[in-house]
């Protein structure tokens, strides 16, 4: 059975309620919990030295099953290739893993987001779709999340898109809002635009801003509220 190979701890507060962060990459989904008042713990295959929470390399599935009940609220952002147009266009093939992160995340008992791109629309559950313009970002990058463990979220309002994009993965004209994308131009301004100034390119063509999960993050702190008061 895979075990954790690589710990990295930041200072912590037991202050703090505790988020799991699966297939977390490079935290954009953790920074935004992060910054809305969660002790995050990020967990990903692959090693991560951009991440900037504690982080523990492992299967985030097998991980989710061992460990996910030791946690206040779970996020899980199972790898969007196989569902991306991009990948689509180039022909490439990917696994499927939304229906096992959702299993992992039933059996851990605990609330939950599980978050993917458009296509990927039709596998899940009631989502909630989150925009760019919901948060005053100078983009739109959809995300789809949808909740568990009776955990909800309100879908807010989606201004309308009124400023023209960039074509996928090109430079980004004056007016326009960039797509960053594929292997897109301009990492400065994606940093700046998305609000992940350590990330690189990698890390920003598949990252969810932080903005999208501080506002769950602050909706599930709401959720959690009598369960966290009583434990005190």
Same mark, same amino acid.
């Given at each position: 059975?895979?075990?954790?190979?690589?710990?990295?701890?930041?200072?912590?507060?037991?202050?703090?309620?505790?988020?799991?962060? $699966?297939?977390?990459?490079?935290?954009? =989904?953790?920074?935004?919990?992060?910054?809305?008042?969660?002790?995050?713990?990020?967990?990903?295959?692959?090693?991560?030295?951009?991440?900037?929470?504690?982080?523990?390399?492992?299967?985030?599935?097998?991980?989710?099953?061992?460990?996910? =009940?030791?946690?206040?609220?779970? &996020?899980?952002?199972?790898?969007?290739?196989?569902?991306?147009?991009?990948?689509?266009?180039?022909?490439?093939?990917?696994?499927?893993?939304?229906?096992?992160?959702?299993?992992? $995340?039933?059996?851990?008992?605990?609330?939950?987001?599980?978050?993917?791109?458009?296509?990927?629309?039709?596998? $899940?559950?009631?989502?909630?779709?989150?925009?760019?313009?919901?948060?005053?970002?100078?983009?739109?990058?959809?995300?789809?999340?949808?909740?568990?463990?009776?955990?909800?979220?309100?879908?807010?309002?989606?201004?309308?898109?009124?400023?023209?994009?960039?074509?996928?993965?090109?430079?980004?004209?004056?007016?326009?809002?960039?797509?960053?994308?594929?292997?897109?131009?301009?990492?400065?301004? =994606?940093?700046?635009?998305?609000?992940?100034?350590?990330?690189?390119?990698?890390?920003?063509?598949?990252?969810?801003?932080?903005?999208?999960?501080?506002?769950?993050?602050?909706?599930?702190?709401? &959720?959690?509220?009598?369960?966290?008061?009583?434990?005190?």
């Amino acid at each position: 059975m895979p075990h954790p190979t690589d710990i990295r701890t930041r200072t912590r507060s037991r202050a703090r309620p505790r988020l799991l962060d $699966l297939f977390c990459c490079q935290g954009g =989904a953790g920074k935004g919990y992060a910054d809305a008042g969660f002790d995050v713990t990020g967990v990903d295959k692959d090693p991560q030295p951009r991440y900037p929470f504690r982080f523990v390399q492992a299967d985030a599935i097998t991980f989710v099953l061992e460990h996910g =009940a030791e946690f206040d609220f779970i &996020h899980g952002s199972p790898p969007c290739q196989h569902d991306s147009e991009c990948q689509r266009i180039q022909g490439k093939t990917h696994p499927d893993l939304i229906a096992p992160t959702r299993a992992a $995340l039933e059996t851990a008992g605990r609330p939950w987001v599980m978050e993917n791109v458009r296509g990927a629309v039709p596998k $899940l559950f009631a989502p909630v779709m989150l925009c760019g313009q919901m948060f005053a970002l100078a983009n739109y990058r959809h995300r789809f999340f949808e909740t568990g463990g009776g955990f909800t979220l309100v879908q807010p309002g989606h201004p309308a898109h009124l400023v023209p994009q960039a074509k996928m993965g090109r430079p980004v004209p004056p007016g326009h809002y960039g797509q960053f994308v594929g292997n897109f131009s301009g990492v400065p301004l =994606a940093r700046e635009v998305l609000g992940v100034p350590w990330m690189n390119r990698d890390g920003i063509r598949e990252c969810i801003p932080p903005a999208y999960t501080e506002h769950i993050g602050r909706a599930a702190l709401a &959720h959690l509220a009598p369960v966290l008061e009583v434990a005190a």
